[in-house]
């Protein structure tokens, strides 16, 4: 799969560029013991750390990063972001703009009169025929004081602007600096064409290999990370 980032001239070396989602795992990540003691287990236990399907979704597609130190105070935003004569006309030269409050209305993602934010983008990202864009908040990153809002595009069709990341502030008692770098979402290209879904019984074969792996998954830990796992890279 290639995937294609471009940007006005002007901001080629200005720009943090989209980064593998493997390059941008958080620190809290990294710092976190591979096993902890359980008073319940009464033994020591693994922690998500340990946990292939946890690591490997945090570490799936790539990151679209914020361009510059955003500071946020007692709600309000600011930013000093000299950002040169660009090329072309119509292009955002902020790194956020907002939707209004009635927007989200009515929805579970409206707080109260509170706008949504939006992340602009500064790089338009251009997919092979017949996949589309899946951005999504960075996952398992509940740490980040906002939510950025999920959303499809069909990006092999529409790729001539940037595409924008829509995002809830949730964390309303935040007060300092979302640093350059954040990730503000992750994205992974996805097939367009729809899936054919078959739900039938097991035979008797599929009833053999069940019980055969829940055996050996309960016998000991590791057994999808070893003999399962395709392997990426991630840490």
Known sequence: MKITFRCDPSLIDLLP??????????????????????ALHQRSIRTVKQCPPFVDAMAHGFMVLLPCDVSVHDGRFS????????????????PLSFHVPE?????????????????NSFWTIELAPGWSLMAVHPVN???????????????????DVGINFPAVWSDPGFSGVLPRGTPVAQCYAVPREAPVLVCEPMSAAHMQRYDELATRILAGPGVYRKAYRSKRGAA
């Not at 560029?17 to 359980?38: D, E, F, I, T, Y």
């Not at 930013?79 to 902020?94: E, Y």
């Open 17 to 38: 560029r989209p980064v593998p989602a493997k390059a941008a795992l958080p620190g809290w990540l990294r710092q976190m013991a591979p096993h902890v003691p359980s």
């Open 79 to 94: 930013w000093d972001w000299p950002v040169p004569p660009l090329g072309v006309t119509g292009h955002p030269r902020a």
């Open 103 to 119: 927007q989200i209305a009515h929805s579970p993602l409206a707080h109260g009169r509170q706008s949504a934010i939006k992340f």
């Open 141 to 159: 990153r509940a740490d980040l004081p906002f939510r950025t809002i999920t959303g499809l595009v069909d990006a092999d069709r529409f790729h």
